[in-house]
């Protein structure tokens, strides 16, 4: 857990200097419109977050909590497009500095916690898994070289 808490970190630190140095334009722009913006993407990262912190705390007290969203509704839902740029990368931020907290303060032994989503997974296995879909999606937004992700 220790490694995957310092890739979090790390995920922060070098990936919000490069979204705030991005020009506004670049993410506004929908390729169609049926395709996401890169601030729906970052939208769908914090809504990613929101749920694995919802799954983080609950596999704590609660037996294999079912928790699972739809991502396309919750993106419309929030409508990202039209949410400022700025406030967008700073909840991003912010949100990924909370799981942080969260995962560093799980007691010990709580990571082979499990969560039921499509499948069940321990605690450990999600927040290793919610680094590499962050990876996937920023250079999707930054325009890098792909991260493949499952």
Do not use: C
Not at 23 to 47: C, M, Q, R, V
Not at 95 to 107: D, E, F, R
């Amino acid at each position: 857990m220790k490694e995957t808490i310092q890739e979090l970190e790390l995920i922060i630190l070098d990936y919000a200097p490069q979204l705030k140095e991005r020009n506004a334009e670049d993410f506004s722009f929908k390729p169609s419109p049926t395709k996401w913006s890169g601030k729906e993407y970052l939208g769908h990262l914090i809504d990613s977050a929101q749920s694995n912190i919802r799954r983080f705390v609950m596999a704590q007290y609660e037996d294999k909590p079912y928790i699972v969203y739809d991502q396309e509704k919750w993106v419309v839902a929030a409508n990202y497009q039209d949410y400022s740029l700025e406030d967008l990368i700073d909840l991003w931020m912010l949100i990924n500095k909370h799981i942080l907290v969260i995962l560093k303060n799980l007691p010990e032994g709580a990571e082979a916690r499990e969560v039921q989503t499509e499948a069940s997974h321990t605690i450990g296995w999600l927040a290793a898994d919610y680094n590499k879909h962050l990876l996937h999606h920023l250079h999707q937004i930054l325009n890098l070289e792909e991260v493949a992700y499952r």
